[in-house]
């Protein structure tokens, strides 16, 4: 049932998406209601499809975000450390910093300052987004993410959101046994 969620708020895109088996688990679905995807997708926020964000980015069909969610899930607990590698507008990162708090952290490692600065701002835009902002719950940094982001291992989760071409050892480094 993938692209035929989309709807007229947030609320009836993510009520769409579970009714069509998309999201699965009521913590996903509260973390995504959470999150409004107009603070992050600039256009037909509530379609469930990719939309560009510019700097040749796309931000992820919400459909793909639930599914990501969905299956880090049980490495998703209040206090959790998680690496998004690809932020872009940092919805996903917003979501998973939903997930993981409090006392969670989430690191969203984007290599293209612009997308950083976006990603930031975009997270600014809700009161929840500031808070996680400044209490630690989310953190946004220019850095290459094939070599993952050491400072902030190791993780309970890696999410990567960008296309590789090769295995990246540095990630599964970084990683917590057990971690997805
Ligand atoms: N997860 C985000 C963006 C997905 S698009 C969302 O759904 O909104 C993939 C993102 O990965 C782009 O923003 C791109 O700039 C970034 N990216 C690609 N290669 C990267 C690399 N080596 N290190 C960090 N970010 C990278």
């Not at 769409?16 to 973390?31: P, T, Y």
């Not at 499809?49 to 040749?56: L, M, V, Y």
């Not at 069909?61 to 690809?86: F, I, N, Q």
């Not at 952290?105 to 835009?125: F, S």
Request: one cysteine or more.
């Amino acid at each position: 049932m993938a692209w035929r969620s989309s709807g007229a708020s947030n609320k009836a895109l993510i009520d769409n998406l579970a009714s069509n088996g998309l999201i699965n688990s009521e913590r996903v679905k509260q973390a995504m209601l959470g999150v409004d995807r107009a603070h992050y997708a600039p256009y037909a926020p509530y379609q469930d499809s990719p939309q560009t964000i510019g700097h040749r980015a796309t931000i992820s069909a919400p459909h793909m975000h639930a599914s990501a969610c969905e299956s880090l899930l049980p490495y998703l607990k209040t206090g959790s450390r998680v690496l998004d590698v690809g932020s872009g507008s940092g919805y996903l990162t917003h979501v998973l910093a939903e997930l993981v708090k409090p006392g969670g952290t989430v690191v969203g490692v984007e290599h293209i300052q612009p997308l950083v600065d976006i990603g930031t701002a975009n997270t600014r835009k809700s009161q929840g987004g500031r808070e996680l902002m400044d209490n630690g719950g989310i953190e946004y940094v220019k850095a290459d993410g094939r070599l993952g982001y050491p400072e902030g291992a190791a993780y309970d989760a890696i999410h990567v959101g960008a296309a590789a071409a090769d295995f990246h050892q540095a990630l599964i480094d970084q990683l917590k046994a057990p971690g997805r």
